[in-house]
């Protein structure tokens, strides 16, 4: 079966097996493999995690033409988030140990503590320990292959929202 034959339904099915894939291999690493997730790597899951919601949601409920198109908008933006998330993850592994500025809390901890506006900031602005690269595959470390996924769940998930043969 061809790729362009399957029907946007399909195709956000498989965006959601993709992101259900990626969700167990990252609880793979942390509790198997023993890699501990940084700050920036609990907000990626979570987009990960919120690109699978919003594409299983579209692929349950096989939307006409202009439900498609908001489903596959809303799930390409949270595609687009966790790979802003992620380039800036790649981007703090490229930085000399001396420019990054200390860490953040871990996570759970600053979803308790923290109001909005300052686990916003720890995330945006603070780099904890995320320029550590303990992981790689080919050369490239996880931060990178999720940016690569969340870029290409995001094309996926406007493919199959903007398709004209649904």
Same mark, same amino acid.
């Given at each position: !079966?061809?790729?362009?034959n399957l029907s946007s339904?399909? %195709?956000?099915?498989? *965006? ?6 990626? !969700?167990?291999?990252?609880?793979? +690493? ?11 790597? #609990?907000?990626?899951?979570?987009? %990960?995690?919120?690109?699978?919601? #919003? ?10 033409? %202009?439900?498609r198109r908001v489903y ?5 933006? #949270? +595609? ?6 992620? @380039? $800036? ?18 996570? @759970? ?8 506006? $300052? ?5 945006? *602005? ?5 320029? $550590? ?8 470390? #996880?931060p990178t292959w999720t940016?690569?996924?969340? %870029? !290409? ?14």
């Amino acid at each position: !079966m061809r790729l362009a034959n399957l029907s946007s339904r399909s %195709v956000f099915l498989l *965006i959601a097996l993709a992101s259900l894939g990626l !969700m167990g291999y990252a609880l793979f +690493a942390q509790y198997v493999q023993g890699y501990e997730p940084c700050f920036l790597c #609990m907000v990626q899951r979570v987009f %990960v995690c919120a690109v699978g919601i #919003m594409a299983l949601a579209a692929a349950i409920h096989g939307p006409a033409r %202009v439900g498609r198109r908001v489903y596959g908008v809303l799930t390409a933006l #949270m +595609a687009g988030g966790g790979a802003y998330i992620a @380039g $800036k993850h790649v981007y703090l592994q490229h930085l000399p140990p001396e420019q990054l500025d200390g860490c953040a809390p871990s996570f @759970g901890y600053a979803l308790e503590n923290y109001d909005t506006v $300052k686990f916003l900031q720890a995330i945006f *602005i603070r780099d904890q320990d995320c320029g $550590k690269i303990d992981w790689t595959f080919l050369g490239l470390s #996880m931060p990178t292959w999720t940016l690569f996924c969340f %870029v !290409m769940l995001f094309c996926a998930a406007l493919w199959a929202g903007f398709r004209r043969n649904g």
